[in-house]
């Protein structure tokens, strides 16, 4: 069986759901076609390192790239006592970029998605954060139902410094700074919610993978851009 | 020997041409420093304030090269001061339009109704609608949507009405579509909303919404809200109508033409009836 993710040396063939991707040598070079519904996408390319990593990349590349943060939307509220930390299984939406391994980290040779695209608004109109939405279940266990080709697992710590019960209906966070790690047959990443006040709490990504054995993602965007202010932790204060 | 002619005072032609050198190297320092920065800081800074912290550096090195030049060419700075507040004063009545434009450029900089690159119309409904490309000090230049290049001299543009399009992050759009009387209204509402769904600029929160807003004349008439990113808005807006057009013909649901119904006092006869 042909796993999507890893490194691999030319020829191979990827056919899963509406997702057709093909690379095949012919003389000196490299010819790569792709296929998703009926959009193809086909390139040759001349390289002494013919081998390409396709690996999982953060979900702010398409359709258009806007906005840095990432919202996801809980499709049943948590409540969480004061003081309690907690662990929970959350989903979010993956790109997928493909690399020659001998080319640059912020130049995929090509980046798609089989992740539904939609953007929502957290905030108002004037102060908010345009973000990339994706609705999810929470489950106290790891799923083992999800489709690595379209979605990641999240491990999310929440922990509630308040002296009152807190109901979190979504999460926001700055996508720039995700650690994706994956393996063959999954995607994941660790990320955590301080709720640190009434109107504050503050999001951000561990570099520490979900599961044993998973290999660390390139990071697009921290490679591409890291903006000077606002580090990699995102602070929600327009509720939660 | 000529380097040692003296021109005036103490400044001899070598004084002159070390002044021309020390000029000419603060120019250059000041453009490679500006040029640095710009690079640097291109996808960290936004770009009208790149520019400005570059100009700033380049008249910084400027000056420095002004200030080491002046002793040298036994200039004096007190002198200076008396002269341009002579001069100051001549050139404040000769151009007093440069003087209130300058003024407004310095109030423009600090109050920042707008940013280089956002869409703005510059004074009332009918006024100069374009992207900003750069905030000078004396007037503001725009390209409009034709791609023409207009200069708008700044005090216009801080007295009059500014509308900036970007500096909500977030805009809503609205359509009007009409459906027969004889049309499910709810499908027609369900199917449009679906539309919606589907589009990813089309934000999820705040909610879209499709209501019935009148029954008109001759259509069920719907309103139709979406709220879009404001850099995305336009290109959304353009295309939405018509998906929503084509949707509801596919299943059944049309645009009705205007309808009258005429009733006659006398049944009508043809012709040959008569």
New interface residues.
């Given amino acids: 069986m042909t796993y999507l993710y890893g490194t691999h040396t030319p020829p191979f063939e990827f056919v899963e759901r509406e997702l057709n991707l093909k690379v095949l040598e012919e003389n000196e070079s490299i010819n790569y076609t792709r296929e998703i519904g009926d959009k193809t996408v086909e390139k040759s390319m001349f390289s002494e390192d013919k081998r390409m990593t396709i690996q999982p990349v953060e979900p702010l590349n398409l359709p258009k790239e806007i906005t840095s943060s990432l919202l996801l939307d809980f499709e049943n509220p948590i409540i969480i006592d004061s003081g309690m930390k907690k662990k929970i299984y959350a989903t979010f939406p993956i790109e997928i970029a493909v690399f020659l391994e001998s080319g640059s980290a912020d130049k995929p040779l090509d980046i798609f998605t089989l992740a539904k695209q939609k953007y929502t608004l957290y905030g108002d109109v004037k102060t908010g954060t345009i973000c990339k939405y994706w609705a999810t279940q929470q489950r106290t266990d790891m799923p083992q139902d999800i489709d690595p080709i379209v979605e990641g697992v999240m491990e999310l710590t929440i922990i509630n410094r308040t002296n009152e019960w807190k109901e979190v209906t979504k999460v926001v966070f700055d996508a720039f700074g995700m650690k994706i790690y994956y393996d063959e047959d999954k995607v994941g990443m660790k990320g955590a919610m301080f709720i640190k006040d009434e109107d504050l709490s503050e999001t951000g990504f561990s570099n520490k993978p979900i599961d044993e054995n998973m290999t660390k993602g390139r990071e697009i965007f921290r490679k591409k851009k890291r903006p000077i202010k606002g580090g990699s932790k995102f602070v929600m204060e327009s509720g939660i | 020997m000529m380097l040692d002619r003296i021109l005036y005072g103490g400044v001899t032609v070598s004084d002159f041409i070390v002044s021309v050198i020390i000029l000419f190297a603060a120019v250059m320092i000041g453009k490679a420093v500006s040029l640095r920065i710009r690079h640097s800081l291109k996808?960290?800074?936004s770009k009208d304030r790149l520019n400005t912290i570059s100009k700033i550096v380049y008249f910084l090195s400027l000056m420095i090269g002004f200030l080491i030049v002046l002793p040298i060419l036994e200039f004096r700075i007190s002198g200076f001061l008396v002269a341009g507040g002579i001069l100051g004063i001549i050139i404040g009545f000769a151009s007093q339009s440069i003087v209130t434009n300058l003024i407004s450029g310095v109030f423009l900089t600090f109050e920042r109704p707008f940013r280089v690159d956002d869409v703005v119309r510059l004074g009332g409904e009918n006024g100069t609608m374009g992207v900003v490309e750069e905030i000078k000090i004396i007037s503001t230049t725009m390209r409009t949507f034709e791609g023409v290049y207009v200069r708008v001299p700044n005090e216009k543009v801080f007295t009059g009405n500014i509308t900036n399009f970007l500096e909500?992050?977030?805009?809503r759009f609205e359509y009007d579509v009409g459906i027969r009387y004889k049309d499910d209204a709810d499908e027609a509402m369900e199917l449009i909303k679906e539309l919606i769904?589907e589009q990813?600029?089309a934000?999820?929160?705040?909610e879209p919404q499709v209501f019935v807003e009148q029954l008109g004349g001759s259509a069920v008439e719907l309103k139709v809200r979406v709220?879009a990113?404001s850099?995305?808005w336009f290109p959304l807006r353009m295309e939405l109508l018509w998906k929503i057009k084509k949707e509801l013909e596919e299943n059944g649901i049309q645009v009705p033409f205007n309808q009258q119904e005429v009733w006659f006092k006398n049944a009508l006869q043809t012709e040959e009836e008569r």
């Fill in positions: 996808d960290k800074v909500n992050i977030a805009r769904e990813p600029m934000l999820k929160n705040p709220w990113p850099t995305e």
